[in-house]
């Protein structure tokens, strides 16, 4: 399934609203100048909406499916429409806003 390239630039939440950051883009291949993010390299989640119930709240997340046919450095880029987990609730991460001109099979 074909979807945009996510950067280290994009804009990606846990469920509840955290703002998640790649801990290792791969800085050799870049997307609108900023370097693109591989499935190897987990996401750290800050400030989940979480925090108030009994549950633990979203602390990490990993991309589980991405691209198939375009890898950087041998790993599967991470592409709009793929599929996360949060560590802690089993929920997913998603994409809120990304690149619009590279997009990747």
Same mark, same amino acid.
């Given at each position: 399934? &074909?979807?945009? !390239?996510? @950067?280290?630039?994009? =804009?990606? %939440? +846990?469920? @509840?609203?955290? %703002?998640? #950051?790649?801990?290792? &883009?791969? &800085?050799? !291949?870049?997307?609108?100048?900023?370097?693109?993010?591989?499935?190897?390299? &987990?996401?750290?989640? /800050? $400030? +989940? /909406?979480?925090?108030?119930?009994?549950?633990?709240? +979203?602390?990490?997340? #990993?991309? !589980?499916?991405?691209? =198939?046919?375009?890898?950087?450095?041998?790993?599967?880029?991470?592409?709009?429409? $793929?599929? /996360?987990? +949060?560590? /802690?609730? $089993? =929920?997913?991460?998603?994409?809120?806003?990304? %690149?619009?001109? !590279?997009?990747?099979?």
């Amino acid at each position: 399934m &074909p979807g945009f !390239v996510v @950067h280290a630039g994009a =804009t990606v %939440q +846990c469920m @509840h609203a955290g %703002q998640a #950051q790649p801990t290792a &883009p791969f &800085p050799r !291949v870049l997307v609108s100048g900023m370097p693109v993010a591989t499935l190897t390299a &987990p996401y750290v989640v /800050a $400030g +989940c /909406a979480l925090t108030g119930t009994g549950a633990p709240p +979203c602390a990490a997340g #990993q991309w !589980v499916m991405g691209s =198939t046919r375009v890898l950087a450095g041998g790993a599967p880029l991470v592409i709009l429409g $793929g599929m /996360a987990v +949060c560590v /802690a609730t $089993g =929920t997913g991460l998603v994409v809120v806003a990304s %690149q619009t001109r !590279v997009v990747a099979t």
